[in-house]
């Protein structure tokens, strides 16, 4: 049950998963009515000496979940297979703000996949999200068309310029 407005009286809140549970969670609440939004990015990690690119959260170990906080229907998600609790300080969940959570969505795609929408300029630093240079983290020399970006890096005690694709790159 998506959608992409929210009823007035409900409001986001953010869920602690389980580890490696974050689409058996997704699924489950979907499955007892609750919108949820689980915010992906594309990265690269290195893996018994290859680089793999995968979908991973943006926010690793939670999930964005929408209920009427009023109706005291939050314990049902405590107890959802995935889930290991709402995030609260005190005894009740703690909301998100929705301007938050609006402002995520809008720079996600239909799928929840993030797309990145910032114009990078000379100066900004960025991390790489994919590729060999995963996670590394430089600053823009310059951009010139056809998307090619020139990254100065710092590596082995020296300055590196590296030419990358703006789709590899996320300001930092």
């Not at 005291?72 to 301007?99: E, H, M, Y």
Request: net charge positive; with cysteine.
């Amino acid at each position: 049950m998506t959608q992409n407005v929210i009823a007035e009286d409900m409001g986001w809140f953010l869920a602690q998963l389980k580890p490696n549970s974050a689409q058996i969670a997704k699924r489950n609440l979907e499955r007892q009515g609750f919108e949820t939004f689980l915010p992906l990015e594309e990265t690269t990690q290195q893996r018994s000496g290859r680089f793999v690119t995968a979908r991973r959260p943006l926010f690793p170990g939670y999930i964005f979940v929408a209920f009427n906080a009023v109706q005291g229907c939050w314990r049902s998600i405590n107890s959802t297979q995935g889930i290991k609790q709402l995030v609260s300080f005190g005894r009740a969940p703690t909301p998100v703000p929705c301007d938050l959570v609006d402002g995520l969505k809008a720079r996600c795609d239909r799928l929840s996949n993030l797309v990145e929408g910032h114009a990078l300029g000379a100066g900004d630093a960025v991390t790489f999200t994919n590729g060999p240079f995963s996670n590394f983290v430089g600053e823009i020399e310059k951009v010139e068309s056809q998307q090619r970006v020139w990254v100065l890096m710092d590596l082995m005690g020296g300055r590196t310029r590296v030419a990358a694709n703006e789709a590899q790159l996320r300001a930092v």
